[in-house]
T-cell receptor, first 111, second 113 residues
Framework: DAKTTQPPSMDCAEGRAANLPCNHS???????VYWYRQIHSQGPQYIIH???NNETNEMASLIITEDRKSSTLILPHATLRDTAVYYC????????????FGQGTELSVKP | NAGVTQTPKFRVLKTGQSMTLLCAQD?????MYWYRQDPGMGLRLIHY???????AKGEVPDGYNVSRLKKQNFLLGLESAAPSQTSVYFC????????????FGPGTRLLVL
């Protein structure tokens, strides 16, 4: 079973920040939060990951609450090409580090 | 660097036929995975491998077999295809299980009639 819950869909205006929430209340201390996205049924694309500190890279920022029970992915200036399904994933160490996908959030960026 | 490649891209099978899906990676990664994705769903792990010569079951292994005879290749076999195996299959690889991301291939679309 997925260890995360996300809203099924969200809209965002082009050029604005997209804030995608994720709950992972049962996360263990050594489990990382990963974010991937999938565009048009292509292979999932890695975005960012973190353990307990906030992280930023060229694509996005990841804000993790102090209790680690939730996180938010921020796309600072969304473009039409950011329209995709975004998956928040808790990476388990057993079973070879598998990724447990939930149903994700379908983000629609509108002009 | 081609990354992770999958062969074929698309295939149609009749019920009961067999086939093998090939995943190849040129990044010298130890860990490889096979996932399936059904419409409107997230990916589910079928089988995985933690190194050459090893394989293990994931969440939905029934009806599939795998082999990892060479480090760079991970094969997924369907011995007797069923309509329930109609899906998109993704392969992934990673150098470690905690902090390094999994790199995904482009997928194989399989239709079983």
């Amino acid at each position: 079973d997925a260890k995360t819950t996300q809203p099924p869909s969200m809209d965002c205006a082009e050029g604005r920040a997209a804030n995608l929430p994720c709950n992972h209340s049962t996360i263990s201390g050594n489990e990382y939060v990963y974010w991937y996205r999938q565009i048009h049924s292509q292979g999932p694309q890695y975005i960012i990951h973190g353990l307990k500190n906030n992280e930023t890279n060229e694509m996005a920022s990841l804000i993790i609450t102090e209790d680690r029970k939730s996180s938010t992915l921020i796309l600072p200036h969304a473009t039409l090409r950011d329209t995709a399904v975004y998956y928040c994933i808790v990476r388990v160490v057993d079973q070879g580090g598998k990724l447990i996908f939930g149903q994700g959030t379908e983000l629609s960026v509108k002009p | 660097n081609a990354g992770v490649t999958q062969t074929p891209k698309f295939r149609v099978l009749k019920t009961g036929q067999s086939m093998t899906l090939l995943c190849a990676q040129d990044m010298n990664h130890e860990y490889m995975y096979w996932y399936r994705q059904d419409p409107g769903m997230g990916l589910r792990l079928i089988h995985y491998s933690v190194g050459e010569g090893t394989t293990a079951k994931g969440e939905v292994p029934d009806g599939y077999n795998v082999s990892r005879l060479k480090k760079q290749n991970f094969l997924l076999g369907l011995e007797s295809a069923a309509p329930s195996q109609t899906s998109v299959y993704f392969c992934a690889s990673t150098p470690d299980v905690i902090v390094k991301t999994q790199y995904f291939g482009p997928g194989t679309r399989l239709l079983v009639l």
